[in-house]
């Protein structure tokens, strides 16, 4: 009967020290919320031009949030549902969105050159700024967003070749800082809402 008394405050006070070790994380139990430091490595310098032919940089769009969107103007899906989605958005948050610009940057400068970025994104609305250049500089700028593409070729399409890419909407604060992104499958009511506390 000793024998049994003594193996269980044994286990007792092993279990007690493997609590105290571990942390009370480990066992469920309510802890303070864990706060991360430093800054997301999201966003950068980019040297671009516009659909006027201007040449622009991220310092041309200081002073006010960017919403930054990556993509090709023959996607069938992805690209026009998220800009419209954008437009909608921001129709929704009224004078709010006059504090953001919306940026559309062309992953396919091949055949996206400045001329046809700048007409395309005008069919969302005249705030859009579309943004192309060479594919170096297309590069620097997808690589600063950690934007995934390529060039996939497909035979059967009338168009010879599709871009596959990283569909996310990225939210930049009025000083180039990343503050958050979107899925492109977001519906235009939950960006709103989100713009809208952010703004």
């Not at 980019?46 to 769009?61: I, Q, R, Y």
């Not at 005249?126 to 690589?143: C, H, M, R, W, Y």
């Not at 168009?159 to 939210?171: A, E, P, R, T």
Request: with cysteine.
């Amino acid at each position: 009967m000793k024998r049994s008394v003594l193996s269980w405050l044994v286990m007792v006070l092993a279990l007690a020290g493997l609590m105290a070790y571990v942390g009370p994380t480990f066992f469920n139990v309510t802890s303070p919320p864990v706060k991360s430091t430093g800054k997301a490595l999201i966003g950068g310098a980019f040297t671009l031009v516009d659909g006027t032919g201007n040449t622009v940089t991220e310092k041309s769009f200081a002073g006010k949030y960017m919403l930054v969107f990556f993509g090709f103007t023959h996607c069938p899906d992805i690209c026009p549902t998220s800009l419209l989605v954008t437009k909608n958005a921001l129709e929704k948050i009224g004078s709010k969105a006059e504090k953001l610009t919306p940026i559309f940057i062309t992953i396919d400068p091949e055949r996206d050159t400045v001329d046809v970025v700048g007409r395309y994104v005008q069919n969302f609305g005249t705030q859009f700024v579309g943004l192309s250049g060479t594919p170096e500089q297309i590069k620097q700028a997808a690589d600063a967003y950690k934007v995934y593409y390529q060039k996939v070729e497909d035979k059967d399409s009338g168009i010879g070749y599709v871009m596959d890419h990283s569909g996310f909407i990225y939210l930049m604060d009025p000083e180039g800082n990343y503050v958050t992104h979107f899925p492109h499958t977001i519906s235009e009511q939950a960006l709103a809402e989100a713009l809208g506390n952010y703004l």
